[in-house]
Nanobody
Framework: VQLQASGGGLVQAGGSLRLSCAAS????????MGWFRQAPGKEREFVGAIMLSGRTTYYADSVKGRFTISRDNAKNTVYLQMNSLKPEDTAVYYC????????????????WGQGTQVTVSS
């Protein structure tokens, strides 16, 4: 499956952004999806994930209550709505896909998008 992330940009602290990740090449509804991020000089970290049907999501503690993941299986797209952004959210954000159930470990995922930069200014 090919993944294309978009929607990143520069935003002030307290603002919002919505990232999109469009998938192609396979039956999207068969894939669990995850979002990860990597800040300069840091390891890639889990942001959140969504199960096949979209009814179950889970998040890293650092974004819980501020970020929301959703998916539209008809459009082969997963979204990451980011609200109340903080400077520490600045990173390159990646979407990832795995056949079946998703999880918080990056090692689970077989497919990765190219990343989209999110910069939050203070």
């Amino acid at each position: 499956v090919q993944l294309q992330a978009s929607g990143g940009g520069l935003v002030q602290a307290g603002g919002s952004l919505r990232l999109s990740c469009a998938a192609s090449g396979r039956i999207f509804s068969n894939y669990g999806m995850g979002w990860f991020r990597q800040a300069p000089g840091k390891e890639r970290e889990f942001v959140g994930a969504i199960m096949l049907s979209g009814r179950t999501t889970y998040y890293a503690d650092s974004v819980k209550g501020r970020f929301t993941i959703s998916r539209d299986n008809a459009k082969n797209t997963v979204y990451l709505q980011m609200n109340s952004l903080k400077p520490e959210d600045t990173a390159v954000y990646y979407c990832a896909a795995v056949p079946g159930y998703s999880g918080s470990s990056s090692r689970l995922y077989d497919y990765w998008g190219q990343g989209t930069q999110v910069t939050v200014s203070s």
